[in-house]
């Protein structure tokens, strides 16, 4: 029997049909009797096809750059690095 957890591994196959007939079969049924399921690949699905159908917009090159400084600090935080002599801060 499949459990919700091996489910959600599958989830993008399964949503991308990508999966052998058997596997999407088995997918399916799960999804089929789990109401939690359901639920998260109900929702999963219709974001994905409200985002397929907007258009990319660029970031700005000002958020891109706070973006990016929050990312390396974060990053830095994690590994117990400091901050670079000189370096900007936030």
Known sequence: MLTCKQFLQELDEY?????????????HKHV????NCFVVCDTTEKTVRVFKGM???PV?????ARLMDAVEKKMREKS???DPPGAPTS
């Open 60 to 64: 700005p090159d000002d958020i891109r």
């Open 80 to 82: 117990g690095r400091e």
């Open 32 to 35: 089929s009797e789990c109401p």
């Open 55 to 57: 258009d990319c917009k």
């Open 15 to 27: 949503l991308e049909k990508s999966l052998d007939p058997a596997e999407y079969a088995e997918l």
